[in-house]
């Protein structure tokens, strides 16, 4: 039971409290103190209800339920509550609406039973809505922050201030005033910061952050806004957190500007990747480039697109045992031969002007002073329809130059060779038609039938060449003697060599496996040409014995002989010794055809010979083979 003394000591302060009965919904008041009269603006409180004093006509809707619920609480928890903001319009003018500590505190009576609940106006709330009010400029101050601002007052986050700031950030205007936060932000319920407030709440903690993305409705849709913001707990006088400052800036284009540099810096950095592994892949084609136009076993040159010599490869300093430099720094005109520079420098000056392909022989000077016959040929390496550079070869076709040379003397050989038995017979026909006497006929028509022979063996020559050329001589391999075709074939050419003697000294007798027509060609072939180059030597020796199985046959005559020089190369096809192509006639065909039908046989040959005094040639065939 309270004392009087207690009673008072209760009641006699300057706070406005009164007690009631625990008993809801009604809480009767059981008595109050003057403070509260004062406060409540009511002479008379003691024996009504709570709700008579406190309701929807002097305290705000949440206020009053919160009131409401805290009073049913606090005497099931046994347990003092506050309440940071009541809402409360005071009927006296000089006590406008404002806000109000309350607390509620359940009171033990003798049984110990919570009976009463003994509710004390602690003070007025330092909300900053009345703060502000208090401060004028403090008020302009914050709604011009460059930042938005706001708190959030108790569990509910209700808004109690807000700066423009803020209110532009979210896109909403002030009528959100004194709404809980979801109300007037319902896009933000599943989003992590109702719960960071809650946090910051419970735990007195700060948080803060930096470019925290939040999805607010913006310009009437969702977006997607980034944010440095800071959740400040603020306390009450007695230290606990009943509201929440909220800073924020809008840092949406700083992020995304720095989204953007990033992502231009990657793609920068992958474009220089990309750049210096083409550079790489550049470089290593250009020296792959180079190598395989070093490695080509040909002249290879560049030149730009006016023409100037700008790259020539290793086998141009090696012809012109110059380097790169010293050939790039001449220019190609310098080492062509003078008779063929004026064609050249034309068709190269068409090239350039018409972009078509150059195409030229010429000669060229090279290190030993020699010229050599070259192709040169050009085309342009076109991009985007210019020409970049000219790329351009010279091969040597030195040899090809010669060797048609050759044919076109060989052809004129052959025309003359032909020509001559050919006359021969049309003059011995002629006299045959003016019908001499039969004895001068029989000669006419011989000397006729001769020079028809000769052609004959011309032509078989010219036929035998083409058809080795096209690897298609036929040979009949058969058994024969030796001995006896040898010796056949002497009498045979001698016969059409009335001033020479042709003596077959030795002969070995043995049955040979091989083509006997084609063997009696080489041999016809030595016989009629020692007979040819021995005009003053009469004696021919033919010789033939057996060596380690092999048949070696020799034929030695007394003629003019073969320089060591020309040895090797008399079995060429065409080749035929300078000196002597005026003297004697022929094709340069014998022993070639021949040395093709030895090597068919396995065989060979070789030569012996003192020039002026007579040659020896020998072949050498193999018994079994
Ligand atoms: P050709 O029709 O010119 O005689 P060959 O191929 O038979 O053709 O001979 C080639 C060359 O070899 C001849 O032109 C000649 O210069 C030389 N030659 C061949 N046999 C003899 C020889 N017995 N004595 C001197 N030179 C010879």
Not at 325 to 347: C, K, M, S, T
Not at 498 to 505: A, K, Q, R, S, T
Not at 562 to 569: F, L, S, T
């Amino acid at each position: 039971m309270l004392t009087d003394a207690l009673f008072h000591a209760l009641f006699d302060i300057p706070l406005p409290r009164i007690l009631l009965s625990a008993n809801g919904p009604n809480f009767k008041i059981i008595c109050d103190n003057d403070a509260f009269k004062d406060f409540s603006n009511s002479s008379v409180s003691s024996g009504k209800s709570v709700w008579e004093v406190f309701n929807s006509g002097n305290v705000g809707d949440e206020s009053l339920t919160l009131f409401k619920n805290i009073l049913i609480q606090s005497v099931e928890n046994k347990q003092k509550s506050f309440i940071a903001d009541f809402k409360y319009q005071a009927s006296a003018v000089e006590k406008p609406e404002s806000y109000w500590k309350l607390e509620i505190m359940p009171v033990k009576s003798n049984d110990d039973k919570f009976q009463y609940i003994l509710v004390t106006i602690i003070g007025q709330s330092d909300k900053k809505k009345e703060d502000t009010r208090q401060y004028p400029e403090l008020s302009s101050i914050i709604s011009h922050l460059p930042i938005g601002l706001c708190i959030l007052s108790g569990k509910e986050m209700i808004l109690e201030v807000v700066n423009n700031g803020m209110l532009n950030l979210w896109d909403r205007n002030d009528s959100i005033l004194g709404l809980p936060l979801l109300e007037f932000m319902p896009e933000i319920t599943d989003q992590i910061f109702p719960k960071l407030l809650q946090q910051v709440y419970a735990s007195g903690i700060p948080f803060s952050n930096k470019g925290a993305a939040v999805e607010l409705m913006v310009g009437g849709r969702l977006q997607t806004v980034y944010m440095d913001f800071s959740y400040t707990p603020l306390q009450d006088e007695k230290g606990v957190t009943n509201r929440i400052l909220v800073m924020a800036d809008d840092v949406t284009d700083r992020i995304l500007g720095m989204r953007r540099e990033q992502q231009l810096t990657e793609e920068l950095k992958s474009i220089n990747e990309i750049l210096a592994a083409s550079n790489l892949e550049l470089t290593e084609n250009e020296s792959r480039f180079r190598f395989l136009l070093n490695a080509l076993p040909q002249q290879v040159w560049t030149a730009n697109s006016a023409g100037l010599l700008d790259y020539v490869n290793q086998v141009v300093c090696n012809d012109f045992g110059l380097d790169v430099e010293v050939v790039i720094g001449h220019g190609w005109q310098e080492f062509v031969h003078p008779d063929d520079l004026e064609e050249a420098l034309a068709r190269w000056t068409i090239a350039l002007e018409t972009g078509c392909e150059y195409l030229t022989e010429f000669r060229l000077q090279l290190s030993d002073g020699k010229y050599k016959w070259f192709l040169a040929r050009a085309v342009p390496l076109i991009e985007n329809d210019k020409i970049l550079l000219w790329i351009g070869t010279n091969t040597n076709i030195d040899l090809q130059k010669s060797n048609e040379q050759r044919k076109d003397e060989f052809i004129s050989i052959a025309s003359h060779e032909l020509k001559t038995p050919l006359t021969s017979i049309k003059a011995f026909n002629q006299l045959i038609q003016r019908k001499n006497s039969e004895h001068t006929l029989d000669g006419f028509i011989l000397k006729s039938a001769q020079n028809i022979t000769r052609l004959e063996r011309l032509i078989k020559d010219l036929l035998d060449v083409t058809k080795i050329n096209a690897g298609q001589i036929t040979y009949e391999m058969e058994s024969f003697d030796f001995k006896k075709m040898l010796a056949e074939s002497i009498e045979s050419v001698q016969l059409t060599a009335p001033e020479h003697d042709i003596i077959l000294e030795s002969a070995v007798d043995v049955i040979y496996l091989g083509d006997q027509y084609r063997l009696e060609q080489v041999v016809h072939n030595i016989l009629t040409n020692a007979v040819k180059y021995s005009p003053n030597g009469k004696r021919i020796i033919v010789k033939s014995v057996i060596e380690q199985e092999r048949v070696i046959v020799s034929f030695q005559d007394f003629g003019i002989g073969i320089a060591e020089k020309d040895r090797k190369r008399l079995f060429e096809r065409y080749y035929r010794v300078e000196e002597n192509i005026m003297q004697f006639e022929g094709l340069g065909l014998g022993l070639f055809i021949s040395s093709e039908i030895l090597k068919r046989h396995k065989g060979n040959f070789w030569i012996e010979s003192e020039p002026g005094k007579g040659s020896t040639f020998y072949f050498r065939l193999p018994l079994y083979n």
